[in-house]
């Protein structure tokens, strides 16, 4: 998106940049061919003026490009009708009332500029044209609200139909017992990356169907166990989580180096962590704590030296199946 | 009140344009300790903090926070900001302390979205 730009005629600060959402960002992405009006009904010059009032209302439109043979040479708008029915001037012709000021539009322009065109000009419509100057389409700012409006539309269904298709993952598969399985890899010290994998696993329950209590409870446990790996391990660990319609089961593991005092790693606020990670908010000694509020069953074994196994395990009530439909 | 409404409040510079400024706000939490947040916060709350690395996204992520504050005019580092248009939560810096802050939003009708934890005695 261009920022630092013209934006509707006006320069853009930087800090107007930042309050730019998505429709006006639609408005440099939707290409003037991708909203506009193609094919249009067009008349000639030679074309009466009461053939243009008959056209327009069983059309139901409200102006046309002139064309003369191939070439662009005007406009006619339902204002110029107005002027030609005050002057009760209906046999004559589209030459007399057509408008020859032409502004004109490419087609693989942004709608953006014909937003400026409309703004500066007070123009109702603008035909546009493509590359050797042909018409081909016409273009209102009601074609752009309507164009913006669908796209933001597109984007939501896209998200809406993921969410359906995975919400019914399970339903259509035969077996005694079916499970999703996701896993990560996780980097000892990566805190840039630390809490990707439980964003990514947040968002796969959500689009299962699983509702917003069970995702939160599930993502903040696996966080709390990912920030775990990424703070106090040798070479990192494994994050797996078996997604089934009635439970959701999390089995963190890593090699080493291992809790030396399970009970006291449990005692909320007690902590090993260095001063540079609390620094970053964590270490505070309630991580553990917080998993075993968020989860229904934990299991923590470790062995000092050999590394450390975290199972959560996490129960759906028949409300809140997840992969099932709903 | 909504985000763009608390943008306004607290002078708040916006850093990310993903973000809804129609979303609504339901009360606040304030907290440098992560987990602290984790452990304590309800969802739809705004989120003031000191920190500003990427963490307190994914924590904002993963609390269901609607939009965060850093407080004290504190720039943040371009992974967090990256991180924040990515997951599409407002990131707002203001200029005033974490007090004052909390004092505005509470006089401006913000409940406190933070919800008191049992057992959390602290050994330090």
């Known amino acids: 998106m261009a920022k630092d730009s013209l934006f509707q005629g006006k320069l853009v600060s930087e800090q107007e940049a930042e309050h730019i959402t998505r429709v006006e960002e639609l408005s440099y992405e939707l290409k003037v061919e991708e909203v506009m009006a193609s094919n249009p009904f067009t008349v000639t010059p030679e074309t009466t003026m009461s053939e243009v009032l008959e056209l327009f209302r069983q059309k139901r439109i409200s102006g046309a490009p002139v064309l003369s043979g191939e070439e662009l040479v005007g406009i006619i708008s339902m204002e110029d009708l107005i002027k030609c029915l005050q002057n009760s001037d209906l046999q004559s012709t589209v030459r007399t009332y057509m408008s020859t000021r032409l502004l004109t539009i490419r087609n693989t322009d942004p709608s953006i500029e014909a937003l400026k065109l409309f703004v500066n000009s007070h123009f109702g419509r603008l035909p546009v044209v493509n590359e050797d100057g042909k018409l081909v389409g016409i273009l209102t700012k009601g074609d752009i609200t309507s164009g913006i409006l669908k796209a933001l539309q597109h984007d939501y269904q896209e998200e809406e139909v993921r969410r359906y298709r995975a919400s019914h993952l399970f339903e259509d598969i035969e077996s005694d017992r079916s499970s999703l399985i996701l896993r990560y890899t996780i980097k000892q010290g990566d805190f840039t990356r630390g809490g990707a994998a439980s964003s990514a696993i947040k968002r796969a329950l959500i689009r299962l169907g699983a509702n917003p209590q069970i995702a939160r409870r599930t993502g903040i446990a696996v966080y709390e166990a990912e920030m775990n790996l990424i703070i106090h391990t040798t070479n990192g660990g494994i994050i797996r989580v078996e997604i089934e319609p009635k439970q959701i089961s999390i089995t963190v593991s890593d090699d080493g180096p291992g809790i030396e005092d399970v009970s006291l790693a449990m005692r909320p606020g007690f902590s090993t962590a260095s001063d540079s990670v609390r620094e970053l908010g964590f270490g505070a000694g309630m991580g553990l704590v917080n998993i075993q509020r968020c989860v229904d069953s934990m299991r923590l074994e470790s062995v000092y030296g050999r590394g450390t196994n975290l199972r959560l395990k996490i129960f759906l009530q028949e409300q809140e199946i997840v992969g099932e439909g709903k | ?124």
């Open chain 2, 1 to 124: 009140m909504n985000v763009r409404e608390l943008v306004q409040l607290i002078n708040g510079k916006l850093y990310n344009s993903s973000a809804d400024l129609e979303r609504e706000i339901k009360g606040g939490c304030g907290a440098d300790l992560m987990s602290d947040v984790l452990a304590s916060i309800q969802p739809e709350a705004v989120l003031l903090t000191g920190l500003c690395n990427p963490q307190v996204v994914r924590t904002a992520v993963m609390a269901d926070v609607a939009a965060i504050i850093l407080v004290r005019g504190k720039n943040p580092p371009p992974e967090t900001i990256e991180l924040a248009e990515e997951e599409g939560i407002a990131l707002i810096s203001s200029p005033f302390g974490m007090f004052e802050l909390c004092g505005r939003l509470y006089a401006a009708g913000l409940a406190s979205l933070e919800r008191p934890v049992d057992g959390s005695d602290c050994s330090c």
